[in-house]
């Protein structure tokens, strides 16, 4: 996967932070009704099941575009539903390539109302709309703008929450063509947005442990990351869940996967958390470790299948 960076080497900077070439995966959910959400991403966001396995009473069903899985999710329905005052996910943003495509995806999740609508945004270095899938899992669906646009001061990234009218983004870019092939148009996950309890908890687990490098830190109530100088990665806000303790097991987000280029990288990951006292579990090819609130975070080798996908 690509973050729309034409870097294609291997160039990391320190052993403190994350290799420019990091990446996010497939975020994984836990799903009380697999037919109703399997059905809803397919439809609405045009995704397709690339391969499914049982493990124990758990189903676990991978869906993506091509070859590239996008959710993983995992029917529990034994757990209470989402808590939206409790950590964990915000939403999990797809990233498109153009306009276009991601006029197509958002036409079609506003059609599918077994989602809702929540708004969209002009954030200076993408456009965005959001939305919430059947079980109240936040979406966001998203395509930036070129790096040359992005502005900064102070060192510091500028990200707005502009008005952006949907229906004239989508009189302006809606292709018939690019609709009816939406399935074939390359997707992938851009960022992840977390709930968490409070910002210098989740600064000292996301940055300084994980090795993400904070792009936007002055925005109210939350804060920004990323590797290589994306606008983000990795989001964490307290809007919602602000002084939330360790996540209840109940329904929502199962796993936040994190692409890094190499086994070098691992292995400095693995120096930092020990640096920083925190459990983890190392298989060779992904390191296991939960946040401060409970939330699981594999970060991974690149070229992972779809049984590691499952695996986790």
Do not use: C, K
């Amino acid at each position: 996967m690509s973050s729309g960076d034409s870097r294609t080497e291997h160039t990391p900077v320190s052993d403190r932070i994350l290799d420019p070439m990091t990446e996010m995966d497939a975020v994984s959910l836990r799903v009380g009704d697999l037919e109703t959400m399997s059905s809803f991403y397919a439809n609405a966001l045009a995704l397709e099941p690339i391969e499914e396995r049982a493990r124990g009473a758990e189903v676990h069903r991978v869906l993506g575009r091509g070859l590239t899985p996008m959710v993983r999710l995992i029917s529990t329905p034994g757990l209470p539903p989402v808590d939206p005052r409790q950590a964990g996910l915000f939403h999990t943003a797809f990233l498109f390539d153009n306009a276009p495509d991601l006029a197509a995806v958002v036409l079609r999740a506003a059609q599918d109302h077994r989602g809702t609508f929540t708004g969209s945004s002009d954030h200076l270095v993408s456009e965005a709309f959001y939305f919430t899938d059947p079980e109240g899992n936040g979406l966001e669906l998203y395509v930036d703008r070129d790096r040359s646009e992005w502005r900064y001061e102070y060192g510091e990234l500028q990200m707005s929450t502009l008005y952006l009218d949907p229906n004239a983004y989508l009189r302006q870019h809606l292709d018939e063509n690019r609709l009816a092939t939406a399935a074939q148009a390359a997707g992938r996950v851009g960022h992840v947005h977390l709930q968490v309890g409070d910002i210098p908890t989740a600064r000292a687990f996301y940055i300084d442990a994980l090795g993400f490098e904070t792009t936007v830190g002055s925005y109210p109530g939350a804060l920004f990351a990323s590797a290589g100088g994306y606008h983000h990665h990795i989001a964490m806000n307290t809007w919602n869940s602000g002084g939330a303790g360790p996540r209840a097991a109940s329904l929502g987000l199962g796993d936040v996967a994190v692409t890094v280029p190499g086994r070098e990288d691992l292995d400095a990951l693995v120096s930092r958390l020990r640096h920083h006292r925190l459990p983890f579990s190392d298989d060779g090819r992904s390191v296991v470790v939960l946040d401060p609130w409970g939330t699981q975070v594999t970060v991974g080798l690149p070229g992972a299948d779809v049984d590691e996908v499952l695996s986790r």
